[in-house]
């Protein structure tokens, strides 16, 4: 399946920034509303179904320079756009 980008930020921040981010997102999600990612002149409203696949990753990129070695923790939503996706969720 091919993938389009709709949306994309990043910048960096400090923990407690993202952590606010991240509250209002999980509080959408808990009431079932709809809510609009906006950066500059790009924006996406997502209506996520009660019901959507979660994944956790974290990998460990290192330089091949050999420097120091970054961490990155990815937390994903995912679910089909006709709202057809009834799978279990499962957290590992």
Same mark, same amino acid.
């Given at each position: 399946?091919?993938?389009?980008?709709?949306?994309?930020?990043?910048?960096?921040?400090?923990?407690?920034?993202?952590?606010?981010?991240?509250?209002?997102?999980?509080?959408?999600?808990?009431?079932?509303?709809?809510?609009?990612?906006?950066?500059?002149?790009?924006?996406?409203?997502?209506?996520?179904?009660?019901?959507?696949?979660?994944?956790?990753?974290?990998?460990?990129?290192?330089?091949?320079? *050999?420097?120091?070695?970054?961490?990155?923790?990815?937390?994903?939503?995912?679910?089909?756009?006709? *709202?057809? *996706?009834? *799978?279990?969720?499962?957290?590992?």
């Amino acid at each position: 399946m091919a993938e389009e980008a709709l949306f994309e930020f990043e910048r960096n921040m400090d923990t407690s920034e993202v952590a606010q981010y991240l509250r209002t997102v999980a509080d959408h999600l808990e009431s079932g509303d709809e809510f609009t990612l906006e950066s500059g002149t790009e924006s996406v409203t997502l209506t996520p179904p009660r019901r959507v696949e979660f994944e956790v990753e974290v990998e460990r990129e290192t330089s091949k320079s *050999g420097g120091s070695a970054e961490i990155e923790l990815e937390f994903e939503l995912e679910w089909d756009e006709d *709202g057809t *996706g009834t *799978g279990d969720l499962n957290i590992g």
